[in-house]
């Protein structure tokens, strides 16, 4: 496996109507969130881009990246309902608490 793939691909629902699409790697992350809106660039977005930057050059976790790529998911209303939490260590896959 890539090391900047994630370990569960993380789902979003862009738009009502819309398909769900699959964010399967910080480089995917990263094209996403280079494509969002400068006026929508808040402070999670930022840490969202910081960790997955930093995943590309070994200074974060890609997990850590995937973590943070989730909670601006979540923040700006984009994941999508199914999306299931990566397990923990020995745990299992979880749906996440809206």
Do not use: H
């Not at 793939?5 to 990263?30: D, M, N, W």
């Not at 994941?79 to 809206?98: F, I, T, V, Y």
Request: with cysteine; charged share 25%.
């Amino acid at each position: 496996m890539d090391r900047l793939q994630f370990e569960v691909p993380v789902r979003i629902a862009p738009g009502s109507g819309l398909p769900v699409e699959e964010i399967y790697s910080v480089e995917q992350a990263l094209d996403f969130l280079q494509d969002w809106p400068a006026l929508r660039q808040g402070p999670v977005y930022q840490k969202a881009f910081n960790a997955c930057f930093g995943a590309t050059v070994d200074v974060v976790k890609t997990e850590d990246a995937c973590r943070a790529f989730m909670a601006f998911c979540r923040v700006t209303g984009l994941m999508a309902s199914d999306m299931m939490a990566p397990r923990k260590r020995g745990g299992e896959a979880r749906p996440l608490q809206a």
